[in-house]
């Protein structure tokens, strides 16, 4: 079984949700920030193994939306990427709004 797990994407989240906790004292526009930066580098990751699929291995022949074609994800990208440390910032975000 392979291990889903990706501490250093994990890490990276907490550390853009304690810079964005420290400057604007709102938990969850960190947890946005390491959301989206990881969000963003799967995306552009799904791209360049979608123009690797295509035939002429050009990127002017992708699909605009090419990075969002799920046949290019892989489950590791969208477990341990993206969905485990976004849920992790969510959940810190949800208990420090709480106290």
């Known amino acids: 079984m ?8 994990i890490l990276i989240c907490l550390a853009l949700q ?17 959301i989206f930066f990881f969000a963003g580098r799967e995306i552009t990751q799904t791209e360049y193994r979608n123009i690797e699929a295509s035939p002429s291995k050009l990127r002017k022949d ?17 477990i341990a990427d993206l969905t485990i440390p976004s849920l992790i910032v969510i959940t810190i975000a949800i208990i420090l709004q709480i106290l």
């Open 18 to 34: 304690g810079i964005g906790y420290a400057l604007t004292k709102d938990p969850f526009i960190g947890a946005i920030a390491g």
């Open 2 to 9: 392979k291990n889903y797990i990706n501490i250093s994407h």
């Open 62 to 78: 992708m699909n605009m939306f090419g990075g969002f074609n799920p046949k290019y994800w892989t489950l590791k990208a969208l």
